[in-house]
């Protein structure tokens, strides 16, 4: 009898161990779960309530850093350091090929997914939707079978453009003896005409940076201008705007059935950035093409930025699907992250 009391002893300071890890781990995971549950609500308040607000999304990357930290901690806990690493590797090895690889070969681009970071797409894609990326196999092709208006020209015609891109920086503005407005109430109080983006920057007066006829006669792409409607918050005004390219003798409009095209961004400032815009028209130069393109929220074509038009190896491809609010994670982690008012998403332009 007393060795049976000893063993029921032991068996009992045995369990208590068990006991004590069952009540840790229980523990830890209400701890991810409300860690969880907070980046779950922090996200919906970021998207639908605060608009983009710095500090929430801030506060969004230390929960996720904490939770990360949390749950890696539980993990060794509970199986050892060496094989929690080594999980840690097949799942990134997993996600790459699930996410990244596997959707490469079968669309044929080497950036099968991409983020929205801004609101130049609206109403069409708004920020933080996700999109799924198509490559282009053959250019000529694809613009031929979304019917893109192609223009021919020549290579030192093309050359000269290029290497004095500053130039294309044209944006519409209204303006009177005492403004310069993009957007304005009454049309009518003003005479409109574009503007030399770099030359109004350099601090020059308003009236040496006007790019009249005489001006664009020596550019290879020619600016024509209409007046809009935008909203801005719940309040409708008008906006000066780029409404039609000439390019030789060819005029092209712009066109909202047009693929929306994904590329590698560059200017002489610097640059470097994947861009989601609508394509506009092509520039055909031998067998080389150039895309220029336009954001749907955006005033002007994004060659009036001075951002050099993408040729056929800086396309990413063509926007084939597109999912909301899943790009967020993504904008937040890369530091793309600011007011609404900063990224242009308080306006519409109809």
């Keep these: 009898m007393p060795k049976k009391k000893q063993r029921a002893r032991n068996d009992t ?27 779950i609500l922090l996200f919906i308040l970021y998207i639908f309530v605060f608009k983009n607000n710095l500090e929430i999304a801030v506060l969004a990357i230390i929960l996720i850093a904490v939770t990360l930290i949390v749950e890696f901690q539980a993990s060794v806990r509970e199986e050892g350091a060496r094989r929690t690493i080594l999980e840690i590797a097949a799942a990134i090895v997993v996600a790459i090929l ?29 920020r933080g939707d996700l999109v799924l990326v198509h490559g282009i196999r053959n250019m000529s092709a694809f613009l031929s079978q979304h019917n893109i208006p192609v223009v021919n020209v020549s290579a030192l015609a093309y050359s000269n453009m290029a290497a004095n891109i500053e130039k294309e920086a044209l944006y519409p503005l209204a303006y009177n003896s005492t403004a310069i407005e993009e957007i304005i109430k009454d049309p009518g109080q003003y005479r409109i005409s574009f503007f030399n983006i770099f030359c109004l920057n350099s601090g020059r007066t308003a009236g040496s940076c006007i790019a009249d006829q005489q001006y664009q006669n020596s550019n290879l792409v020619k600016y024509n201008y209409t007046v809009r409607s935008v909203h801005i918050g719940n309040v409708s005004s008008n906006i000066v705007f780029t409404s039609s390219i000439t390019i030789g003798n060819t ?76 790009g967020y994670p993504s904008l937040i982690v890369k530091g793309q992250i600011g007011s609404s008012d900063l990224a242009g998403c308080n306006q519409t332009i109809i």
């Design 13 to 39: 300071n045995n369990n208590a161990p068990r006991h004590q890890d069952a009540a840790k781990k229980e523990q830890g995971s209400s701890l991810t779960y409300i860690l969880y549950a907070l980046i």
């Design 98 to 126: 699930a996410v990244w690889l596997i959707p490469s070969l079968v669309l044929g681009t080497s950036s099968p997914v991409d983020v929205v970071a801004s609101c130049s797409m609206l109403p069409n894609l708004h």
């Design 251 to 326: 005029t092209v409009y712009e066109n909202y059935s047009n693929p929306i095209i994904v590329y590698k961004a560059k200017s002489p400032s610097g640059i470097s950035e994947d861009i989601i815009h609508r394509l506009y028209a092509a520039i055909r130069v031998g067998n080389q093409y150039y895309l220029l393109t336009k954001g749907d929220n955006n005033p002007v074509l994004d060659l009036q930025s001075a951002i050099y038009p993408p040729n056929s190896s800086e396309v990413l491809g063509y926007v084939a699907y597109s999912v909301p609010w899943l």
